[in-house]
């Protein structure tokens, strides 16, 4: 930086050239020549928020009911980076009658001088300046918020209708507003005095940006916010919605941070130990180019009853969903650890094989939690973390905490160990069951399951597999479908829930064995979806409870057993009419209650005109299913898909699991649960 610049008045210099100008507060001069300063750069500025609002999806991702959330998270990181650089523990957010978002914290303030560079307060740059947010943290907190890296606070200014911000600040009120698309209406002004200090903002969304919906979901914000808490330890975030009578007001704070994160997500699993594992570290790493940077990690797990592993990761407060270094670096260490540890007391015999990192991860729930400066996402989905220097940073944080655990707890790990063993018994036996079923089906299509009526195409893309609920519609789905594309798989009754057996069991039950077989590409952890045989799994059920248990235990099947195919988007639920209508020698189908009245009032029909309501698929003939609910030229199908693997494990423990509470809750709420799934 020249030296020049130095002897300006900045009392902040930073690497980047940006600097802070102490200001008198409401000195009078100084706003009116930063005002002339700020012309120039006016233009600027406004291009850049322009470029925001042209390209929304490319900030935001969607301009959806996500990105509208967004929004929110965006605000709300700045206040977790006060928060985690230690001058803030109080978070509010408040959802207002008016449609405006409300976020307050308790730190510092953003600070109210101006900026040598822009020539207007470090507020308005925050505001108008993309990418501010990040080029100011440096060197001064410890700046590792979200997505956009702390920068998002002028990309949620330029797509509101407008936007004020209050900063409390050394004694001071100081306020701005901003118009539509991020528009200073005035500089920022002290308008009042302050005992205490904090950054204050309300934003309404542009709803000529968010045309689908301007509307923040309640459930949505408060499940991110508690899993925020529980993310950043001691941070209290308080959500309010104003919207509803009486007032909505939730409180979240978690001293035990992710330790008490993974009792929560533990608790309806059935814990077999009383301690959560806990371990954290820092670390300074040195990169070639001489920079360093402090990499935080901290990682907590206990065991639980089932049988499935729910390992959790997160890199600055985000969920790794792809997972990544931080991961492998747990995999590694608990492989390590574990295997050491059943050696050095002998639980393994020298010619014991050692457990696999799936055997040990069995009924495992565990949350990996980093924070880095200079986070480098991978993946199709971009959420994997990159950084390699984090594998060793979690193995060597998690390895000795581990082992030293093991040592002072040898009653809790020999329940760990047996736990541990018997999934490597399970493991081996279900191998063999799978063998066998490998075996049967083999490269011989004749030895596909008997009740399979397969299509006559062999090229996946185009195929389709319905798996239709009893024989009866089963028989209707044989003979209606098109032979080609089409292939039908009955079941029998109920399926086995997979959540309550292990997978040796599970791969005894002669319909589960059929779907394996048919689909052909294996299950999890070696599941390829790149051979499934069908590009759409069709789940058809009828329209009543049962129907909808069975499609649940469809469900839950592929996704402990063949989770891809839920992630990359194969599995369908088809949409059978509710109702018929004959009239006048045509006959109409309704899928819902609202269609059906649209239809009596569009035909005049008259009260009393008799509807035929389907109470199941099997009501139906042939000709009328493949009509209604297969043609593809006709049909309408619910895909399935679950962005976030944590919510589906919890909602699959809790409709599955041994507790009969959550299910009842669920029976009541089913459509909650459909709407859950079907995005
Ligand atoms: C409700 C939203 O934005 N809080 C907030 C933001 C900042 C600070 C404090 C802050 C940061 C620093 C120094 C620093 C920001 N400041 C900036 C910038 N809450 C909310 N609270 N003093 C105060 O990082 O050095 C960006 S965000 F760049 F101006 F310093």
């Known amino acids: 930086m020249a030296e020049e610049e130095k002897k300006d008045n900045s009392v902040l210099d930073k690497d980047d050239g940006m600097k802070y100008k102490e200001l008198d507060a409401g000195s009078v001069e100084e706003l009116e020549h930063a005002d002339k300063i700020y012309t120039a750069e006016n233009i600027q500025v406004l291009e850049g928020l322009e470029a925001v609002r042209k390209r929304p999806g490319m900030y935001i991702g969607t301009t959806a009911s996500p990105g509208l959330h967004h929004l929110i998270w965006e605000i709300v990181d700045n206040a977790i980076d006060e928060a985690l650089a230690g001058f803030c523990n109080l978070i509010t957010v408040t959802l207002n009658k008016d449609g405006t978002c409300t976020v307050s914290d308790n730190g510092r303030g953003i600070p109210v001088d101006v900026v040598a560079k822009t020539g207007v307060s470090a507020v308005e740059t925050v505001y ?141 699993k059935g814990p077999i130990m009383e301690d959560v594992i806990y371990c954290e570290g820092r670390e300074e790493v040195e990169y070639a180019s001489g920079k360093t940077s402090i990499i935080y990690a901290e990682i907590a797990m206990q065991y639980n009853t089932s049988y499935n592993a729910s390992i959790f990761s997160f890199c600055n407060n985000i969920n790794t969903h792809e997972g990544g270094t931080h991961e492998e670096g747990f995999r590694l260490a608990i492989n390590r650890v574990v295997n050491d540890y059943a050696r050095k007391t002998k639980f393994l015999k020298d010619d014991n094989e050692n457990f696999t990192t799936d055997d040990i991860k069995e009924g495992l729930t565990a949350i990996i939690s980093v924070k880095h400066p200079d986070p480098q996402y991978e993946g199709q989905t971009k959420t994997k973390l990159g950084n390699s220097e984090v594998r060793k940073i979690v193995s060597s944080i998690v390895g000795e905490h581990l082992m030293t655990f093991l040592m002072e707890n040898p009653p809790i790990a020999k329940l760990i160990l047996t736990k541990v063993a018997s999934a490597a018994e399970a493991r081996a036996a279900a191998r063999k069951a799978q063998e066998s079923v490998r075996r049967k089906n083999g490269l011989d299509i004749t030895t596909l399951p008997g009740k399979l009526a397969d299509c006559q195409s062999h090229d996946p893309k185009e195929c ?10 089963g028989g209707s789905a044989k003979n209606g479908r098109d032979r080609r594309t089409q292939a039908i798989l009955p079941l029998r009754g109920k399926i086995l829930n997979v959540e309550k057996v292990d997978q040796q069991r599970a791969f005894e039950n002669a319909e589960i064995g059929n779907m394996i077989m048919a689909i052909g590409a294996g299950v999890d952890p070696e599941f390829d979806v790149s051979k499934i045989r069908y590009d759409k799994i069709v789940i058809m059920t009828d329209a009543d409870v049962d129907g909808s248990h069975i499609r649940i235990l469809l469900l839950t099947f592929f996704f402990r057993f063949m989770k891809s195919l839920i992630t990359e988007g194969h599995i369908y639920i088809a949409q059978p009419p509710l109702y018929k209508v004959d009239y006048h020698g045509k006959s109409y189908y309704c899928y819902n209650d609202e269609q059906l009245e649209i239809l009596k009032k569009k035909l005049q029909l008259k009260a009393g005109y008799p509807f035929q309501r389907y109470k199941g698929l099997g009501e139906m003939d042939a000709e009328q299913l493949f009509e209604t609910t297969m043609d593809p030229k006709a049909r309408k199908m619910l895909r399935v898909t679950i962005k976030d693997a944590m919510d589906a494990d919890r909602i699959f423990t809790n409709l599955m699991g041994d507790d009969v509470m959550p299910r009842k809750e669920f029976i009541h709420e089913n459509a909650k649960f459909v709407k859950n799934l079907d995005l």
């Open 128 to 268: 108008t300046v993309l990418h501010a947010g990040g080029k100011f943290g440096e060197g001064g907190g410890y700046k590792v918020s979200g997505g956009l890296h702390g920068v998002g606070a002028s990309v949620v200014n330029a797509l509101s209708e407008y936007l004020e911000v209050n900063v409390h600040r050394d004694g001071g009120d100081y306020y701005m507003k901003f118009g539509r698309g991020g528009k200073p209406l005035d500089h920022l002004k002290k308008v009042g005095e302050a005992s205490d200090t904090g950054t204050i903002v309300t934003f309404k969304p542009d709803n000529t940006i968010f045309t689908e919906t301007t509307t923040f979901e309640y459930e949505i914000v408060r499940d991110r916010l508690r899993q925020m808490a529980y993310l950043n330890k001691g941070v209290k975030i308080i959500v309010k919605d104003m919207r509803t009578t009486p007032e909505t007001k939730e409180e979240f704070c978690y001293e035990g941070g992710i330790k008490e994160y993974v009792q929560y997500l533990n608790k309806p």
């Open 464 to 473: 389709e597999l319905y798996i239709v609920e009893g024989n009866s519609a």
